[in-house]
């Protein structure tokens, strides 16, 4: 077995024993142990870091290539590496706060997790240096949705580190390494499902590196949909970049720089606009009130459903506040062209007269009606099965921001579990439905369901091709769509079945739990908190498909259009 683990498993093994306090040398043991495991996480940097300075052949395309790659697999060991120096620090440096607490493995389990830390780590660094790992490593190539995912993956573990640092937890509060990283992948994924209360745990220090995560989960997927999309666009006939065009609102990737500057600026004018009114909407007396605004204005426009508050918004009152939330939940998860066209559009007078594009439409027509539609059948399944209160603003406003909500942000002002059942399925039907394409929501997303419904409702008045808003749309399109659901729903049978099988998981409760996360949405009946770590892995592995995947299945192979110059005769089947 490789030297790294055998040190980190027989520290954790004495750790365990001395967890009996037998003897208060085991834990002078245990740290002689992380001192060998530190020197080879020391020697393993060091080798990284002597490839990462290899110079290629300048002169050959493909020996640049190999190099780039061996490059960027000695970066991942050496952060690795760095991540596990730092946590086997941390866990020297106890010795800090006294021999009692030091020579104790029982008053010591506060700083257990950074050995847990080190050990994922050294097992990571080990199947790196497996020889298939690296062959595979080495024919693989680097495709921007590939390199994409790996930047989702390294931030995933950052997030991780960071979260698990001292300075980030609050006095008294733990955090397992399982946990950090489910929350991490979380918040990258700007998901917000958490198996703890992250106002209860995190100090300020440990929300302000959470509300980073999230923050570049949010803008990093709407900066990646839209380069990938203006890759793909480039490739494309101009009639097909023109169809792309229509469908998804992509109105200035001709200029990926001033496109990417939009959102930026955007983004950042609807924050600050957002902490402003919010900081209006919070209590006086609340402590930190300039930071929870913000927080919340920045969790609330990357719909990522996170509160810094202990009660999150369940707390009675604050309607302002509230409705702001709502505001920017709606601009976020509406797309970044569809907001683009709509200002455009009141600076020109000359715009107001033409109809909106295909995908502004969709994307328009499509939220305001999954808002409104939610928002009734929520309201008067509430009122006819809970006995709310009849036509009074707390009923609206509940019902209202639960339809708002559901549309990828998580936030709740009620708990999930209070609602009637049908509201629950209500919330589950748009859960799945989701933002719309090139925003900072997730889900199948409004243009792919709208285009399901078009194509239904051409096939119903009896046209031969699928015709929306004057024009005509492509049976590749549709195709794609059909690939988008299809993937979807397999993930989320298989998903449902092993949580159910496996974390022995009520039916229902794996099914809410599993398409909140493929949904990216973070709204949970409290499942996420009582599963193990495989039913968590489960879950990440579903917000990082739900989050990544699905937006690269929406572009994977416009690049790739073949030109067939041949058909095959037209077979019959019997369907229906």
């Known amino acids: 077995m490789p030297w790294l683990l055998i040190l980190l498993l ?107 830390l080190a050990l994922l780590c050294a097992g990571l660094v080990e199947f790196m240096k497996w020889r298939p790992v690296e062959k595979i490593w080495a024919r693989l190539e680097l495709t921007p949705p590939r390199i994409g995912l790996f930047f989702y993956l390294g931030i995933s573990f950052l997030g991780a580190w960071v979260l698990l640092l001292p300075f980030s937890l609050k006095t008294g509060a733990t955090l397992s390494v399982v946990n950090s990283l489910f929350i991490s992948v979380s918040a990258i994924t700007v998901t917000g499902l958490s198996p703890i209360n992250p106002g209860e745990t995190f100090s300020i220090v440990g929300l302000c590196f959470l509300m980073l995560i999230l923050h570049i989960g949010g803008i990093g997927i709407a900066f990646f949909s839209a380069l990938v999309a203006s890759v793909a666009r480039q490739r494309l006939s101009l009639t097909q970049s023109k169809v792309g065009q229509e469908l998804y609102s992509i109105t200035d990737l001709g200029d990926v720089s001033q496109f990417l500057k939009k959102i930026f600026l955007f983004t950042l004018f609807a924050e600050l606009l957002g902490w402003g009114l919010i900081y209006l909407g919070l209590p006086s007396d609340l402590e930190h009130r300039s930071f929870h605004a913000l927080f919340h204005s920045v969790s609330a426009f990357c719909n990522a459903g996170f509160s810094s508050l202990p009660m999150g918004l369940e707390i009675p009152g604050l309607a302002f506040m509230k409705s702001i939330v709502a505001t920017l939940i709606i601009l976020g998860g509406i797309g970044f062209p569809v907001i683009f066209e709509l200002l455009a559009r009141l600076r020109d007078r000359r715009l107001r007269n033409r109809p909106l594009s295909s995908g502004a439409l969709l994307a328009v027509v499509m939220s305001a009606g999954l808002i409104l539609v939610g928002f009734l059948a929520i309201f008067f399944t509430e009122v006819s099965v809970k006995g709310w209160s009849g036509f009074s603003l707390a009923s609206f406003g509940h019902s209202l921001f639960a339809s708002v909500t559901a549309r990828t942000a998580g936030f709740n002002t009620l708990p999930v579990g209070d609602l009637a059942l049908g509201s629950q399925f209500v919330l589950v039907l748009l859960m799945m439905v989701g933002a719309s394409p090139i925003s900072t929501g997730g889900g199948l997303k409004t243009t792919t369901v709208a285009l399901l419904l078009i194509a239904v409702f051409n096939f119903f008045r009896g046209n031969t091709w699928i015709q929306f808003n004057g024009r005509e749309i492509s049976y590749y399109l549709l195709h794609k769509c059909i690939a988008i659901v299809f993937c979807y729903f397999l993930l989320l049978v298989f998903a449902v079945g092993f949580l159910a099988s496996v974390e022995g998981a009520d039916l229902w409760s794996a099914i809410f739990e599993s398409v909140s996360a493929l949904s990216t949405v973070g709204l949970s009946l409290g499942l996420t908190s009582q599963l193990g770590p495989l039913g968590k892995f489960a879950l990440m592995f579903l917000m990082l498909a739900g989050r990544y995947g699905l937006v690269t299945i929406v572009f994977a192979g416009i690049g790739n259009m073949k030109e067939q110059r041949y058909r095959y005769p037209s077979g019959s089947l019997y369907v229906g």
Request: hydrophobic share 50%.
């Open 10 to 116: 027989s520290s954790v093994i004495i750790g365990e024993t001395a967890l009996l306090d037998s003897f208060k040398g085991a834990t002078l043991v245990l740290d002689l142990l992380v001192l060998f495991a530190s020197f080879r996480f020391g020697l393993e940097f060091y080798q990284a870091f002597k490839k990462l300075w290899t110079r290629p052949d300048y002169h050959n395309a493909e020996a640049i290539s190999a190099t780039s790659k061996r490059q960027i697999w000695s970066v991942l060991k050496m952060l690795l590496c760095l991540i596990a120096l730092s946590a086997l620090g941390i866990w020297t440096f106890r010795w800090l706060h006294g021999w009692e607490l030091a020579s104790s493995y029982k008053d010591s389990l506060n700083f257990r997790v950074q050995l847990d």
